[in-house]
């Protein structure tokens, strides 16, 4: 379909013999399919390769981000051009998938991510996670420094030069934000086009949704932490400070009302006055040596 571009959806799969079978059969139109049957106990794999599919199977459950690695590493093998990634649960539209190939195709980018939030797709799914994944988006465009609306989105496209210049070490689902924040250090070329999705799914939630947002999020942050560490020990001291003001005030406010300090308030902004002080000056010294080391 693609003349001589060589193309490979890659399909993580944990459990998901309810829906592998219609994820591959859609999918087959646009490329060949590799399944990587992540450790799962039920006929995933038999369903996908009946299918006809390609299956790789872990005998443990690693984790996303190692499926991916796996998928990513029979690309590069097997000399396919693009990669497109998505999810074995139903929830894209494996007919999207010229969506995301095309500006790869024309040359205009090296990663696509297929955006929930460019359509108001977004609007349908619950408050409580629209809220999580706003705070994921927000500290994910902080590590990268690239302007993103939906960096968790599963459903994304790669050419061969952004598959080379990946080393992905994440096991869970971090790494669609480690994927964008490895590719913006190179200067890749990172886009969004709109996409479509469905939550009427079987098997929704593999973990607790406030657990998997922590989890991503304290992934986020240590990225945020190596690359721009001056914003965030600048952020978190600026904190400290807040709190250390707002101590001495509740320490000092009977005292200018006829009564005494509140020592107990006055020794608590302190500490945070010295909190404050400390991130703040390894914010600094972190971000000295980065820039060193990065050679800037």
Same mark, same amino acid.
């Given at each position: 379909?693609?003349?001589?571009?060589?193309?490979?959806?890659?399909?993580?799969?944990?459990?998901?013999?309810?829906?592998?079978?219609?994820?591959?059969?859609?999918?087959?139109?646009?490329?060949?399919? %590799?399944?990587?049957?992540?450790?799962?106990?039920?006929?995933? +794999?038999?369903?996908?390769?009946?299918?006809?599919?390609?299956?790789?199977?872990?005998?443990?459950?690693?984790?996303?981000?190692?499926?991916?690695?796996?998928?990513?590493?029979?690309?590069?093998?097997?000399?396919?051009?693009?990669?497109?990634?998505?999810?074995?649960?139903?929830?894209?539209?494996? !007919?999207?998938?010229?969506?995301?190939?095309?500006?790869?195709? !024309?040359? !205009?980018?090296? %990663?696509?991510?297929?955006?929930?939030? %460019?359509?108001?797709?977004?609007?349908?799914?619950?408050?409580?996670?629209?809220?999580?994944?706003?705070?994921?988006?927000?500290?994910?465009?902080?590590?990268?420094?690239?302007?993103?609306?939906?960096?968790?989105?599963?459903?994304?496209?790669?050419?061969?030069?952004?598959?080379? +210049?990946?080393?992905?070490? +994440?096991?869970?689902?971090?790494?669609?934000?480690?994927?964008?924040?490895?590719?913006?250090?190179?200067? /890749?070329?990172?886009?969004?086009?709109?996409?479509?999705?469905?939550?009427?799914?079987?098997?929704?939630?593999?973990?607790?949704?406030?657990?998997?947002?922590?989890?991503?999020?304290?992934?986020?942050?240590?990225?945020?932490?190596?690359?721009?560490?001056? %914003? /965030?020990?600048?952020?978190?001291?600026?904190?400290?400070?807040?709190?250390?003001?707002?101590?001495?005030?509740?320490?000092? !406010?009977?005292?200018?009302?006829?009564?005494?300090?509140?020592?107990?308030?006055?020794?608590?902004?302190?500490?945070?006055?010295?909190?404050?002080?400390?991130?703040?000056?390894?914010?600094?010294?972190?971000?000295?040596?980065?820039?060193?080391?990065?050679?800037?």
């Amino acid at each position: 379909m693609y003349k001589n571009t060589k193309v490979l959806i890659v399909i993580p799969a944990y459990n998901e013999e309810l829906t592998i079978g219609s994820v591959v059969a859609l999918a087959k139109e646009y490329g060949d399919v %590799l399944v990587v049957d992540d450790g799962s106990k039920d006929k995933t +794999s038999k369903i996908a390769q009946e299918v006809g599919a390609i299956v790789l199977r872990h005998d443990v459950n690693k984790g996303k981000g190692q499926a991916l690695k796996t998928g990513f590493d029979y690309a590069l093998a097997n000399d396919y051009d693009v990669v497109v990634c998505i999810d074995a649960d139903g929830q894209h539209n494996p !007919e999207e998938i010229p969506l995301l190939l095309k500006p790869i195709l !024309e040359d !205009e980018a090296d %990663l696509v991510i297929g955006s929930r939030y %460019l359509n108001g797709a977004h609007k349908t799914i619950p408050i409580y996670r629209r809220l999580g994944l706003w705070i994921l988006n927000k500290t994910t465009v902080l590590a990268s420094g690239v302007k993103i609306t939906d960096s968790q989105s599963g459903f994304r496209a790669l050419n061969r030069r952004a598959l080379e +210049s990946l080393n992905l070490n +994440s096991s869970g689902y971090n790494v669609e934000s480690e994927m964008i924040h490895q590719l913006s250090e190179k200067n /890749l070329r990172i886009t969004e086009v709109p996409i479509n999705v469905r939550y009427d799914v079987p098997n929704k939630h593999k973990k607790h949704p406030i657990a998997h947002g922590v989890g991503v999020l304290a992934k986020i942050v240590g990225l945020i932490g190596y690359k721009r560490p001056l %914003l /965030l020990f600048g952020v978190l001291s600026l904190i400290s400070f807040i709190i250390a003001g707002i101590l001495g005030y509740l320490a000092l !406010e009977p005292y200018y009302n006829g009564g005494n300090v509140y020592l107990t308030q006055a020794i608590g902004a302190g500490i945070f006055a010295i909190i404050g002080i400390q991130l703040f000056v390894a914010g600094l010294t972190l971000n000295v040596l980065s820039r060193m080391v990065g050679g800037k």
